[in-house]
Structures are given as structure tokens and as C-alpha cells.
């Protein structure tokens, strides 16, 4: 049994400790919202928060998160209202949409780090999520106007 | 205004039968449909006003998708067309995918499909009459109801609204308006009264796609269901020899390992021990070595056959007599690799199956075709099988398998387990799976006229036919397969040429191909782009300049040309180092041109800036257009920067994202999009935007370096500026 603390809630899981947590969120737990896209970390879909640093979980096994806190595309906001969420939504951000769960937990560490992030801080830390849709420029944009939305919303 | 001809006899037989005083759509089981019919928790219910529009007690107005959302935004164009004319409320819209069936099937091309970027011209009628049909038999329905006639009545946001202000919404009156017989003639609005069409309308996906609700394939999950991984032979087609399954059923989790016709399947409770259980699987493999081919070999054999006489597809004047005249003939050759579609989304299909059903769930471009094909597996009848569309994690042409590949493969493992079974693809299936966008060959001669303009140009192409096998077979016609050809034998510089000779050789490798973005101008628009513009530099002209002089009788490409130039500041000065290139070209109706603004630092190349012009007639969504330019071209980027899959003794050699590279936000250029206000065809947006962005840099790059490119990817030695 491994415990873990996801998106506030305490779970316990019966599955093998060299399991990645990806795996677990989405085959154990049912948080699909966290993506498979390449396995190797690669690709940034399945992008979750562990204790509030941006992991990759499809490398990332279970015994690691034991005990920690776990934050997935799910727990970001109960409503959309995260500045980012509300920016992906004004400014038509996503096309088909598989990896932008990735993006948003990427890039929400980058905004609580970064509240006024530069075009280079956005390279920096949005580099290891590969959007196949192409949709950078929108990213970028939708970063900067997070930020502001952030601001002018005051920290949550 | 506009007239439509949509016969009450035909509507019914397009789309609907009676059953229970309710239409339902035609071909869909009615106890079956759990998904689209099913009625709200709240105890909404949802009256079928026709196969493409449900509308709900509650005033929800569901709308069925006859085409797949993958990204290109039909979730929200179709609702645009329908909500034109019905006067639905639109924060009450509700989209779904439609089921396969026949009222779903493509207006032009004859079968169930989401692809050669037509969902928005094809549907431009069908949907906006299906919008304009429930508005005529809601206002009746109303008016009967109100004791007036429907020409005393308006609509308005979901409401019926009569002379004397009474207002009944279509919620109220659905059931009765359902029941009323389709209006034999329906008129459409007049252009001038559009309130949607034009307009840009934000995407209706997005809430569920920025928390985590959205499904995909990969998402569904079902009670009892196991997930299965499957070892795919190393080299394509070769079948298993023997399998040792001992070590696989070992691991705790692993239910099951069966043979099926594509390899060995482990049967998992879920992924992580069905992906280990293979890893543990020990299969010998029964490989013809004559079909392991290599891409070295495949490239000199290609050569070869290029010296050959091919068939012709597009012929004039006497070329080899003109090539023969004058010293200043320009020959190249070019060669561009095999490329994977790399969706974000790796394939998968779940299947539930029992003694007489069979349902699907999986993201799919080719729903009938799935149909058809798991039918053929189960021995059942196609109305046996029901396929549910998720959203797509990306497809770019990987989803509409001419072989129905992954959904044939989940279709056997469940057949032959006896399970519910969702099959995962990893991303090294994915990329090792084949139905590549082919490897091609071009040869190119060219002597220009005394006044600059190409004067007799002979033109070889060699690569696989894409057609051959598909449900498209027929459009090969005297040996040609379109898809090869396109974007050269119809180019409009070709027609401008007074001697001209096209020809093509379709030879037949071990190498599953498909369309991939844009298909065959993924290659042609390099060619015929890159050499114009060595023409024109052999011309001393500029390079705008001179595409203008040979695009003088085509006003749409000019036009793009123009728009692209003008806006990007072509001819003026640019940053010291700075650089720029062009291209346009015309595809699936709507021509795109695009100006790339580059530097080379340090032999690397950076590109600063793309500027995007698109004449695709009436743009229904105009910043979903942007949004697909901006998409076509970090696409076309990709596949000049990395795109290369390659063969050794059969095996392909990528295997993930570290080594069949994507560009990634540090490489995105800014790209400004414009879209030429016109009255021409509607055409596509999904396609149109990747052929030019290459050669546009690839000029660019000449401009910067001298040397111009005729292989892709770029190499190192590309970018070396001394």
C-alpha cells in the first residue's frame, strides 16, 4: 500500500512501487487528466505538481510520492479560475488539446515563481512541453496574460 | 436569399426514421445510443429535431458532429453554422460527436471522413440547412401552439416570439415541432443577416480541456476492462514464429497473452503491468529478409528508377528537344524521408465486446470504415458494431487508416481473449508503427527562356503510392496516383511553361504509407517553391517579383503573394543578419503565402518571424483560420528542422520524441497571420498553411548562406556560412 496525498485528498494505493505515478493517477485513481504521451519525459503531457515543484510522472515512481503532495491538472481550480485557465480560455489557446494539461501545470510554476515572467523565462520553463498542435505563440501570449490576471487578482 | 432543395423524401431518407413518435437518427440501434440520446439526470429530455440537432426540455441544444474535433476546431465551426440559423442561444449549446451512420457521411467524398481539410466546406450546407430546418418546425410548432401562424412569428435566442410579444421556448415546443413534417423547402439567410458567420467565435472545447475532463481514447475506463499492450513485429508485416509467455504471465496484474494477426498481446489490469509483461515476452519473428529494406538502398534505388522513363502525368511542348538548347539548364535532385505523424495522443481503442454487440471507443478520422473493418473480424453485421468518437489527441491524416489498423488490432485482442480490452499504443509503437508520409525522389531540369521565365522543365517524381489499398483506390487513374503528383502537374507555374514534361514512378516498398498534413504538398511545395526561387535569383529578379510575373492568370495565389509581401515589408531593410524567403502555394482550395525572416548565428539557424496570407474565400471562423496557419506552420518547421524516419534491415531506428525531435517553444517563431478578404470557392484551413513554410525558409536561407537545400531535413552543413 502506498499513501499519497492527491489534489488535498489522501489515497491509498495497492500497486507496485516501481510504478510510475502517471500510472497510477490515471489507471488507479482515475485522474485522466494527466497524459501519456511519451514515457521518457520527453514530452511534458503528464506534467503534475509534487510538492509544488513540476515533476514529470511518467518517470517519476509512486515510492517517490509516498507521503507527498500530489497536484494534477484536476486539483488546479475548482471552476477554471485560475489565471492561467481563464487566459487559455480568452485568448483560444488549444487546439486538439492532449497536451495542454501538461502545459498549464508547467506553466503554473512558472507563474508562482515568475509572477512577470520574460520571453526567456517562458522558453526556459515551457520547453519541455511539446505541443504537436503548434500552438507556442498562444502559450506565450496566454502566459503574460495570466501573469496580469494574476496580479491584478492578487496572489490565491 | 438562398434556396435549398431539401426534399421532405430526401431528408427522411438522409437522416431519420420514426420511432416512437421521436425521430432518431438513421442506422443508430435505438436502445443503444446511450451516449447521444440519453436523457439529462435532471430529467431533461431531448426531442431529435434531425440527425445533426437534439434539442432539450431544458433548452439545451445538442449538436452532433458528422466530423471528428482533433484540434482544427469543427466543435465550434459547425455549431457557428447551425446556430446561424436556428437563433439558439449559444451559451445553451452542447456539442457531441456523431455516431457512424449515413447521415454522417461526407457530402463530397462518399464516406464517413474527417480530412483533406473539407469539414467546413463541405458541411456549409448540410449544417446550416439542418439549423434552418428545426428553426421552420419549432416557429410552426409554436405558432400552432400560440394560435398563430409562423409568419407572424420571429425567433430570437432560443424563443419563438409571436406578434402580441407571447414567446414559447424551443424547449416547450420541441416535442410537437418533432413531430411535424420537414419543410420541403428551406431558405437560408442572405449573407448581409450573418450574426455568426465571419465572426470570430471562441472555441466551445476549451472548459473541459483545461481541467482534466475531456476524454480521450486514452482516457476511457470501464469496470472490469483490461488494457492491452501488444508486441509488434520488428519488421512490418512479418509474422510470429513462436512466444514464450511464461515470464509475462509471471508478473503480477497480467490476466492474458494471446496471438493475434499483428504480433503477441499481453492482457494487463492495467497498462503498467501489461507494458512490463511485454517487456518480459520472448517472441521469434518469421522475417523475409527481402522485405527488411534499408534507406540508403531505398534512396540509390530511387535514383535509379528516376533515370527511368515514368508515366506521364502532365505533359507539353517537346522538353527534351528545349533542355538540349543553351548552356544554362539547371538540374537538381531532391530527396525528402519518411515521417511519422507523432500525434500527441499515441494510438489506442477500447472495445467492449459480447455474443451480439461490439462497441468502440476511439479517436477516429474514418468512423464507418472502423465499422465496416471490426464488423469483418467478429463476423458480425456493421450495425452490430457501434463506434463512439472521443476527442482526438491530434491526428494529422494517422487516424484515418486506410488498414483501420489500431481499432483492427483492439478488435482481434478482444476476439481473441474474450475481454473488454483497451489497447495503448506507447509512443514507440507509435512512432515504429508505419503509415508514414512516403519517402520521395524528385528530379528536376530546368532551362529558362531568354527573358528569365522557365522555358522547358522536366520533372521526375518517385515515391509510394499513398491511394493504392485505400478506400480512395479510384482516383488513380492512367498509373497516377493524385496524391503524389498534386501541388506540381497542376501547379499554376507548370501551366505557364510552354514545354513541360511530369512524370511520376509509384514503386511498391515493405513501408506502410498514409496521408500526413497536407500529403503530397509536404514535398511538391518544396520543389516547385525552391525552384522558382533559383530561378529567379538566375533571372536577377526578385523573388516576389518573378512568382508575380508567372502568377499573373492566377488571382488567388497573387493574391496571397501580395497580401504575404506587403504585410511582412518585403524589400525593405532588416536587421543586420536578418534574412528573408518566400513561398506560395496552393492547396485544398485556399492559397497561402509566407514570408520567413531568419539569422544564422554560429552555423544555427534561428527564424525570427513568419508572415501568413490565406485566401480561403469566406472564412467561417476567422481566428480559427489564424489558428490553423500558426499550427500548419510550427508543423512544416518540425519537419524541416528533424522530421526523418529511417530503416535499417527493416527496423526503424526513431523510437520517441529524443530522437524524432519536435520544435519546441524556444524555437517558435512569431508568426502574423492574415486572411485575404475574398469572394472566391471556400476552401481548407487545416492543410493549406504547412506545404510553404520549408521552402520559404529554405529560400531564406540561400539568401543568407548561397546554397540551397535539397534534402530534408536540414543538415549541419545547410547552415554553414563560410
Redesign the interface.
Known amino acids: 500500500m502506498v499513501k499519497l496525498t492527491i489534489n488535498g485528498k489522501e489515497h491509498s494505493v495497492d500497486v507496485?512501487p516501481d510504478?510510475?505515478l502517471l500510472?497510477v493517477l490515471?489507471?488507479?485513481l482515475?485522474?485522466?487528466?494527466?497524459?501519456?504521451?511519451?514515457?521518457?519525459a520527453?514530452?511534458g503531457?503528464c506534467t503534475v505538481h509534487l510538492n509544488g515543484e513540476a515533476v514529470r510522472s511518467c518517470v517519476t515512481l509512486v515510492s517517490r510520492a509516498a507521503g507527498q503532495k500530489v497536484t494534477?491538472?484536476?486539483g488546479?481550480?475548482k471552476d477554471?479560475s485560475h489565471p492561467?485557465?481563464r487566459a487559455?480560455?480568452?485568448d483560444?489557446?488549444?487546439?486538439?488539446?492532449?497536451?495542454?494539461?501538461g502545459q498549464?501545470m508547467s506553466a503554473a510554476v512558472l507563474l508562482r515563481d515568475h509572477p512577470n515572467p520574460s520571453d526567456s523565462d517562458?522558453?526556459?520553463a515551457?520547453?519541455?512541453?511539446?505541443?504537436?498542435?503548434?500552438?507556442?505563440?498562444?502559450?506565450?501570449n496566454a502566459i503574460h496574460k495570466a501573469a496580469k490576471l494574476q496580479k491584478e487578482g492578487g496572489v490565491k | 436569399m438562398s434556396k435549398s432543395n431539401l426534399t421532405r423524401r430526401k431528408f427522411l431518407q438522409d437522416s431519420t426514421i420514426i420511432a416512437g413518435g421521436l425521430i432518431i437518427p438513421f442506422s443508430v440501434p435505438a436502445g443503444n445510443r446511450k451516449t447521444v440520446l440519453a436523457d439529462g439526470a435532471d430529467g431533461t429530455k431531448f426531442i431529435t429535431q434531425n440527425a445533426y440537432l437534439h434539442i432539450g426540455t431544458d433548452n439545451t441544444v445538442k449538436i452532433l458532429l458528422a466530423h471528428s474535433e482533433m484540434g482544427q476546431g469543427v466543435w465550434t465551426t459547425m455549431p457557428m453554422l447551425i446556430a446561424e440559423e436556428l437563433d439558439c442561444d449559444w451559451n445553451n449549446i452542447k456539442v457531441e460527436h456523431g455516431p457512424a451512420g449515413a447521415p454522417y457521411i461526407h457530402t463530397a467524398f462518399g464516406i464517413q471522413l474527417t480530412g483533406g481539410s473539407t469539414s467546413t466546406w463541405s458541411e456549409f450546407d448540410r449544417y446550416r440547412k439542418a439549423g434552418a430546418t428545426a428553426r421552420m418546425m419549432l416557429t410552426q410548432a409554436a405558432a400552432d401552439k400560440m394560435n398563430t401562424t409562423p409568419d407572424k412569428c420571429k425567433t430570437e435566442n432560443g424563443y419563438v416570439i409571436s406578434a402580441s410579444n407571447k414567446k414559447l421556448s424551443y424547449g416547450e415546443v420541441a416535442e410537437a415541432a418533432a413531430k411535424l413534417p420537414p419543410p420541403s423547402d428551406v431558405p437560408l439567410r442572405d449573407p448581409s443577416k450573418w450574426k455568426y458567420i465571419g465572426k470570430s467565435k471562441r472555441r466551445l472545447d476549451t472548459p473541459e480541456k483545461i481541467n482534466g475532463t475531456a476524454k480521450f481514447g486514452m482516457d476511457m475506463q470501464f469496470p472490469g476492462m483490461l488494457t492491452a499492450v501488444v508486441a509488434h513485429p520488428p519488421v512490418f508485416g512479418a509474422k510470429v514464429k513462436s512466444f514464450d509467455a511464461s515470464k509475462a504471465k509471471a508478473i503480477p496484474g497480467v490476466q492474458q497473452v494471446v496471438e493475434i494477426p499483428s504480433g503477441v498481446a499481453v492482457l494487463a489490469d492495467h497498462y503498467w503491468e501489461a507494458k512490463l509483461g511485454r517487456d518480459a515476452l520472448k517472441v521469434e519473428w518469421d522475417i523475409d529478409p527481402a522485405k527488411a529494406i534499408d534507406s540508403r538502398d531505398q534512396l540509390d534505388s530511387y535514383k535509379r528508377i528516376a533515370s527511368t522513363t515514368g508515366v506521364a502525368a502532365a505533359k507539353a511542348g517537346d522538353v527534351n528537344a528545349e533542355l538540349s538548347k543553351g548552356s544554362k539548364k539547371i538540374e537538381a535532385e531532391y530527396f525528402f524521408p519518411y515521417l511519422a505523424h507523432a500525434a500527441m495522443e499515441p494510438m489506442n481503442c477500447t472495445v467492449l465486446l459480447s455474443e451480439n454487440s461490439c462497441e468502440i471507443w476511439t479517436g477516429t478520422q474514418f468512423q464507418m470504415q472502423e465499422q465496416t473493418a471490426a464488423a469483418k473480424v467478429l463476423g458480425m453485421k456493421p450495425e452490430q458494431v457501434m463506434v463512439n468518437t472521443t476527442f482526438l489527441g491530434g491526428a494529422f491524416g494517422r487516424r484515418a487508416n486506410k488498414d483501420n489498423d489500431y481499432v483492427v488490432e483492439a478488435v482481434h485482442v478482444a476476439k481473441a481473449s474474450g475481454k473488454n480490452v483497451k489497447l495503448v499504443w506507447s509512443r514507440e509503437d507509435d512512432m515504429r508503427g508505419g503509415y508514414y508520409r512516403p519517402a520521395f525522389l524528385h528530379k528536376v531540369q530546368v532551362m529558362p527562356a531568354t527573358d528569365g521565365k522557365p522555358g522547358a522543365w522536366k520533372h521526375t517524381i518517385v515515391g509510394q503510392s499513398i491511394m493504392q489499398g485505400s478506400p480512395f483506390e479510384a482516383m488513380i487513374q492512367n498509373g497516377i496516383d493524385p496524391a503524389s503528383t498534386e501541388g506540381i502537374s497542376d501547379s499554376p507555374y507548370m501551366k505557364e511553361i510552354p514545354n513541360h514534361l511530369v512524370e511520376l514512378h509509384s514503386p511498391v516498398v515493405n513501408v506502410p504509407v498514409l496521408w500526413w498534413r497536407s500529403v503530397g504538398h509536404t514535398h511538391t511545395a518544396f520543389v516547385m517553391e525552391t525552384m522558382i526561387d533559383e530561378l529567379a535569383f538566375a533571372a536577377k529578379a526578385d523573388p516576389v517579383e518573378y512568382r508575380r510575373s508567372l502568377l499573373k492568370n492566377h488571382g488567388r495565389n497573387l493574391a496571397a503573394l501580395n497580401l504575404a509581401a506587403e504585410k511582412s515589408g518585403w524589400g525593405k531593410s532588416l536587421p543586420a543578419g536578418h534574412f528573408r524567403g518566400v513561398a506560395v502555394h496552393e492547396s485544398f482550395g485556399s492559397s497561402v503565402a509566407q514570408v520567413a525572416e531568419i539569422s544564422i548565428v554560429n552555423d544555427a539557424l534561428k527564424v525570427h518571424k513568419v508572415t501568413c496570407a490565406i485566401d480561403c474565400g469566406l472564412a467561417v471562423n476567422p481566428d480559427g483560420v489564424a489558428a490553423q496557419m500558426e499550427s500548419g506552420i510550427i508543423f512544416g518547421l518540425t519537419a524541416l528542422l528533424y522530421g526523418e524516419i529511417t530503416l535499417e534491415k527493416g527496423r526503424v531506428k526513431q523510437r520517441n520524441f529524443h530522437d524524432y525531435k519536435m520544435v519546441r517553444m524556444n524555437e517558435a517563431p512569431v508568426i502574423d497571420v492574415h486572411i485575404v478578404k475574398s469572394t472566391e470557392k471556400m476552401g481548407g484551413a487545416g492543410e493549406p498553411g504547412t506545404p510553404p513554410i520549408a521552402p520559404a525558409i529554405a529560400n531564406a536561407i540561400f539568401a543568407a548562406t548561397g546554397k540551397r537545400i535539397r534534402t530534408l531535413p536540414l543538415r549541419p552543413e545547410d547552415l554553414k556560412t563560410t
Open positions: 507496485r510504478t510510475p500510472w490515471r489507471d488507479h482515475g485522474l485522466t487528466g494527466t497524459k501519456f504521451g511519451c514515457g521518457m520527453q514530452c503531457a494534477t491538472i484536476e488546479l481550480s477554471n492561467l485557465q487559455w480560455l480568452e483560444d489557446v488549444l487546439q486538439c488539446g492532449y497536451c495542454q494539461s498549464i517562458i522558453d526556459q515551457m520547453s519541455g512541453n511539446i505541443c504537436r498542435c503548434g500552438t507556442y505563440q498562444r502559450i506565450r
